[in-house]
């Protein structure tokens, strides 16, 4: 198992045909080799005919539960939101314009991916717009979310870029190196929303008046550091890691046992379709939006009030990334379902091992992954490569419950 090894002694060399494929040439062409192999157009097919299905959103049995997502004031300040997206879009010369538009309904609020590779053209990528554009974004990103969650988004998308300098990729991998996109009209009224993806980020907000749902999120560093030597120095997803572990060790030996679904982070007892090279061990990963994801491990109800009190914190940081009212809505919801909520494990839960963690209920689903290297040699999960997930299951990601409702 990888514990806490130095990023920096897996680093490929610089002769490596991965880097090779990427150094000299722009996005497009490092694209097309990429997406020539038959790995790639295999996963493209793949998740297209993901895309192309109707949503119903990520169930535990196949059956969505009604009634879960209501309509409600829940003090999200609109007015800001929508003074930032406008101004944004008043950067755009009239092809982005064009460009980033879509209808509130659109399927490409699910086109999200992960890999570097361009896997689609929808939006426009950040990095090709102005630099007004970009300042606007930050704007916009500030308006939708907490001061910490802004922090976080900001530190994800420099760790893409903090990768690049490690290889002299930043044409390929930076900061801005994310499809923006933009659903509906501004309006403190009537439902919008906006986009962002690429390499390690998804992160999609819907709003309607004054309230407001992000996600899917996908939030993914390697290296987990930040370490230039000044102030863009940090550590990422350390609570998570730390806080999951805990919980974890406070279940007592039977609990542990039941909740561990597999003991070894690349099982030879998992079945063909519970690990695959994209996602690892995630189950909630780009375009799987309808998966039939059963429920598994040791039901939260068995918890303590300790217990349930650290799984609350873990929460809370997963979704450090809304705003106050939003946030306290949101966090209320999820603990009134805690008795019909399981959490399960892959790994060890020794305070070195490597692990993989889920929590999920009918209305959050929330998984933590160690992984092992794609820009990086470790061939097993370190724990400088990590990746993290939200979603709502019963169909309100992409806030599409609430907007079933508004268009009745």
Same mark, same amino acid.
């Given at each position: ?11 490929? %060399? ?56 209501? =309509? ?36 490409? $609020?699910?086109? $999200?991916?992960? !890999? ?66 933009? &659903? ?7 439902? $919008? ?22 996600? %899917?999120?996908?939030?993914?560093? *390697? ?12 550590? =990422? ?28 982070? *690349?099982? !030879? ?35 303590? !009030?300790?217990?349930?009190?650290? =799984? ?16 306290? $809505? ?35 689903? =929330? ?13 097993? !999960?370190?724990? &400088? ?24």
């Amino acid at each position: 198992m990888m514990t806490r090894d130095n990023f920096r002694d897996y680093l490929m %060399p610089a002769d490596a045909e991965r880097i090779g494929l990427a150094r000299g040439v722009d996005l497009q062409t490092y694209g097309a080799r990429m997406l020539a192999t038959d790995k790639a157009q295999k996963l493209r097919a793949h998740w297209q005919a993901m895309l192309d299905e109707t949503f119903r959103g990520i169930t535990s049995n196949g059956e969505v539960q009604p009634d879960l997502f209501a =309509l409600r004031d829940e003090g999200f300040a609109v007015e800001a939101a929508v003074r930032a997206a406008q101004a944004l879009f008043s950067t755009l010369d009239s092809a982005q314009q064009q460009q980033v538009s879509y209808a509130i309904d659109a399927k490409q $609020w699910r086109a $999200w991916y992960n !890999p570097e590779i361009p896997f689609n053209d929808y939006g426009v990528r950040l990095d090709e717009t102005a630099a007004s554009t970009r300042e606007a974004f930050w704007s916009l990103l500030q308006s939708c979310t907490s001061a910490r969650g802004f922090r976080k988004v900001q530190h994800v998308m420099d760790a893409n870029h903090f990768l690049g300098e490690l290889y002299d990729l930043t044409h390929i991998m930076n900061r801005w190196s994310f499809h923006f996109l933009l &659903f509906g009209t501004p309006s403190t009224t009537q439902p $919008w929303g906006w986009s962002i993806y690429g390499h390690h980020v998804a992160f999609c907000c819907f709003i309607s008046g004054r309230q407001l749902v992000i996600a %899917p999120t996908f939030f993914g560093v *390697e290296p987990n550091v930040i370490e230039r030597g000044d102030a863009s120095d940090c550590v =990422l997803f350390r609570e998570e890691e730390q806080l999951g572990l805990a919980l974890m060790q406070s279940l007592s030996a039977g609990q542990r046992q039941r909740a561990t679904l597999y003991a070894l982070m *690349e099982d !030879p007892l998992m079945p063909a379709e519970r690990f695959n090279f994209a996602d690892q061990r995630h189950l909630g990963g780009a375009f799987q939006d309808n998966r039939v994801i059963p429920l598994e491990g040791v039901c939260v109800a068995e918890f303590t !009030p300790a217990q349930r009190a650290s =799984l609350m914190a873990l929460v809370a940081v997963f979704l450090d990334f809304l705003p106050d009212g939003p946030r306290a $809505w949101r966090l209320r919801q999820i603990e009134d379902h805690l008795e019909e909520s399981w959490w399960s494990w892959i790994g060890g839960h020794g305070d070195d091992d490597v692990f993989y963690y889920r929590l999920q209920s009918p209305v959050v689903m =929330l998984e933590f992954d160690h992984h092992s290297g794609m820009w990086l040699t470790n061939e097993h !999960p370190a724990r &400088f490569h990590i990746h993290t997930i939200t979603r709502i299951p019963n169909g309100n990601d992409y806030g599409k419950a609430l907007l079933s409702q508004l268009q009745k």
